[in-house]
């Protein structure tokens, strides 16, 4: 069983649409964070969100924590071929300093 | 900002050889190390937490006689496959960072083939 689970696992769209990716669980995390992976490449760090309610805004992105800590989402107004790749979210529980990550959705973007 | 470098990007072996993967942070000082197992199309399995002068702890089902961690210093990690089989063939991710508040930095990976 998944401890964070994202939806949807597949999205392709056309380039200018909108989409969003959700991530939830059941638990309460002390921090979310969003990665971004290609192919053949480690995750990078898109943002971290520590605050119940808090939202992110990076250029075309905008991330959004949950007022209860368990969930949280990334919307990406106009979509362009190179926001293709699999989005990755990750929490951390208490003061662990390990990351528990989501299942990951692999978002396409066609031109 | 801070820069994991992974080493090698993609290794291919016999069944049986060990392979040893390098971890480096090359502009801060990591006490502590995370290695990550990702199949395809899959998400990020965490392996096991890698500590400077200490050893290393396992996730449930991480097998540790086979996939041994060294953290020597504070700047370097490294996890040897041992005795490798197909099976263990995968993408193999070391990350470092700031803590859960600020983020971590995830090396480039390698790629293991084990033929």
């Known amino acids: 069983t998944q401890l964070l689970e994202q939806s949807p696992q597949f999205l392709s769209i056309q380039e200018g649409e909108n989409l969003t990716v959700y991530c939830n669980s059941s638990?309460?995390?002390?921090?979310l964070q969003w990665y971004r992976q290609e192919p053949g490449e480690g995750p990078v760090l898109l943002v971290t969100v520590v605050t119940g309610g808090e939202v992110k805004k990076l250029k075309r992105l905008t991330f959004q924590f949950g007022d209860a800590r368990k969930d949280s989402s990334l919307h990406i107004t106009a979509a362009q071929p190179g926001d293709t790749g699999l989005y990755l979210c990750?929490?951390?529980?208490?003061?662990?300093?390990?990351?528990?990550f989501g299942s990951g959705t692999q978002l396409t973007v066609l031109p | 900002g801070a820069v994991v470098s992974q080493h090698p990007s993609w290794v291919i072996c016999k069944s049986g050889t060990s392979v040893k993967i390098e971890c480096r942070s090359l502009d801060f000082q990591a006490t502590t190390m995370f290695w990550y197992r990702q199949f395809p199309k899959q998400s990020l399995m965490l392996m096991a937490t890698s500590n400077e002068g200490s050893k290393a702890t396992y996730e449930q089902g991480v097998e540790k006689d086979k996939f041994l961690i060294n953290h020597a210093s504070l700047t370097l990690s490294t996890l040897t496959v041992t005795s490798a089989h197909p099976e263990d063939s995968s993408f193999y991710i070391c990350?470092?960072?700031?803590?859960?508040?600020?983020?971590?930095?995830f090396g480039s990976g390698t790629r293991l083939t084990v033929v």
């Open positions: 990350s470092a960072g700031q803590g859960y508040v600020y983020g971590y930095t």
């Open positions: 990750a929490g951390a529980r208490g003061s662990a300093r390990q990351l528990t």
């Open positions: 638990s309460v995390f002390s921090s």
